[in-house]
């Protein structure tokens, strides 16, 4: 089994290097703005917190942007989420459905391994590759504050990645049990899940219609002006994004084990 | 026939795919230390029987045994024994060859160094290139060292010799009957007859989902109709005769017969036959 974990982790390794340093990159370069646009942000933050809806999508008005924190919510904080979540989607659309898409089906599965072990060996790719993720970005924004000068929120923010974590494994987690069901390259499907998803989450902040089906959207236990801002967790979104998980996991693993390999 | 030496025992096997047609009560044995070609035109179900052979595809009903088990309970322990060579011969683009290779080894649980680097020195395989370099040919090389290099009991090959020249071609056979001779079982699925006159013990034929027959060699042409070539009144004429020969000699009763040949028909002949009735 380790074998063919290993052959995964390095068919994703560029892949995670890339991303990791884009997004972390991104992150970082914003958090190294903060010390120049301080005082600019510090005139502004008023005005930022009474746009309405604009300040609620962006949770301006549950932190002000001319605080660290604040900043980070706003700037890093959208970066991570969207990059993170499209990566999620990236490492996992096409993990299972790619053997059928490449025929390389018929080398793998005349392999005396079974067809369960592959699923769960695929799905521990797709953990490693999330959970690499968020350390090399999470390493790449401490590196920030470190040359900022700046202490680091350290509760909250690990808190708030965590959640992160969790999101990226939930829209993985979807993406993968698609993955069980197609025979071909769907990617585009789960980029543009994961932007329905974070639409949804914009918009159901803003309309107070929707905000008690804010849950629906994974996006809602993971936003960043609430943990930082608040320090806790939506304990009901968290347990409907790892009952998800577990369904799209258990779906997978049904689906993929049961269909004809062509 | 002693089930201890049957290697593939298919029993009544039915798979179908919904509107399009499949396999149906599809019965044969393998026995042991025989190479046995598997033979039919484009969609007859060669493919549909192997994949369910090797549990690629859930079959609807009847059994399958190889190796004296039962494919739907004991997958992983019939794999282990089992050297599988599909048509397409496709792999991971961005690996090498000696990777590929290693994979399957590793895999397996099997040192197969000496014996992979035995494969790759007669089949000329280069192991430093990458796949996504490699024509087809050398990918079927890739192929069959990834098939032979655990040294099966059982080889399983779908189309092995498209796409190799006619040298490769020789040594693969020979690698066939090496491997044969210490006991293993060989099936070959093809449509390039004189493979299956220059190795195969058995042949199954395969139309439209069943099986037409299960002959040797010899048998498949000696029964069927027999090749006349003769000068009849002046006239060249070439048929085939599937009647008594003794009403063709009263048929020639009168005429005028400068030369008369009796022969068995080709290989050829004989499965164009089988695909035409």
Redesign the interface.
């Given at each position: 089994m380790r074998?063919?974990y290993k052959?995964e982790m390095k068919?994703y390794w560029k892949t995670l290097l890339l991303w990791s340093v884009c997004v972390g990159g991104m992150g970082m370069a914003c958090i190294l703005l903060y010390s120049s646009m301080r005082e600019e942000m510090a005139g502004m933050a008023e005005s930022f917190a009474a746009m309405g809806a604009f300040s609620a999508a962006f949770g301006m008005d549950q932190l002000s942007i001319a605080t660290l924190k604040g900043f980070y919510a706003t700037e890093v904080g959208t970066i991570h989420e969207l990059g993170g979540a499209m990566f999620a989607a990236v490492v996992s659309m096409n993990i299972l459905s790619k053997e059928e898409d490449?025929?390389?089906?018929?080398?793998l599965?005349?392999?005396?391994?079974?067809r369960g072990k592959v699923v769960w060996i695929k799905w521990c790719v797709v953990c490693t590759n999330l959970l690499l993720f968020h350390l090399l970005c999470g390493g790449l924004y401490g590196l920030g504050f470190v040359l900022l000068g700046e202490g680091i929120p350290g509760k909250e923010l690990l808190l708030y990645h965590a959640m992160q974590l969790l999101l990226g494994l939930e829209l993985a987690g979807i993406c993968f049990a698609v993955s069980a069901f197609s025979r071909q390259n769907r990617l585009g499907l789960g980029l543009g899940m994961v932007l329905l998803f974070y639409a949804y989450d914009l918009v159901s902040r803003v309309d107070p219609k929707l905000e008690k089906f804010s849950v629906i959207s994974p996006f809602a236990y993971a936003n960043a002006s609430r943990i930082l801002g608040t320090g806790e967790i939506a304990a009901k979104g968290v347990l409907l994004g790892a009952g998800v998980l577990v369904l799209a996991l258990g779906t997978a693993y049904v689906k993929y084990t049961?269909k004809?390999?062509? | 026939m002693d089930s201890e030496k049957t290697v593939i025992e298919i029993s009544h096997m039915t798979k179908n795919y919904g509107k399009h047609r499949g396999v149906t009560d599809l019965s044969l044995t393998v026995e042991q230390g025989k190479v046995f070609g598997f033979l039919g035109p484009n969609g007859a179900g060669k493919s549909t029987t192997i994949r369910a052979m090797l549990g690629f595809i859930r079959f609807d009903s009847g059994r399958i045994r190889l190796l004296q088990k039962d494919i739907r309970s004991h997958r992983e322990e019939i794999l282990a024994q089992v050297g599988y060579m599909p048509s397409e011969a496709m792999f991971y683009p961005t690996m090498k060859v000696k990777d590929v290779i290693r994979l399957a080894a590793q895999v397996r649980g099997v040192d197969c160094a000496q014996e992979a680097r035995m494969l790759c020195e007669r089949l000329q395989v280069d192991t430093e290139k990458k796949i996504r370099e490699l024509s087809l040919g050398n990918r079927k090389k890739v192929s069959i060292v990834c098939a032979m290099q655990h040294r099966p009991r059982l080889f399983i090959f779908d189309e092995p010799t498209s796409g190799l020249d006619p040298l490769m071609q020789t040594t693969f056979f020979e690698l066939i009957r090496e491997y044969v001779n210490q006991g293993a079982t060989c099936m070959l699925s093809t449509h390039v007859l004189p493979e299956v006159k220059r190795c195969c013990d058995h042949v199954a034929i395969l139309k439209e989902g069943h099986l037409q027959c299960v002959e040797t060699v010899a048998a498949l042409t000696k029964a069927r109709a027999k090749r006349i070539k003769w000068v009849r009144d002046g006239r060249q004429e070439e048929f085939l005769y599937d009647r008594d020969l003794n009403e063709l000699y009263r048929e020639l009763e009168g005429h005028d017969i400068t030369e008369l040949l009796i022969e068995e028909p080709s290989l050829e002949e004989a499965f164009i036959e089988y695909y035409r009735a």
């Open positions: 074998y063919i052959h068919q490449g025929h390389t089906s018929e080398f599965f005349s392999l005396p391994i079974a049961g004809d390999q062509m | -």
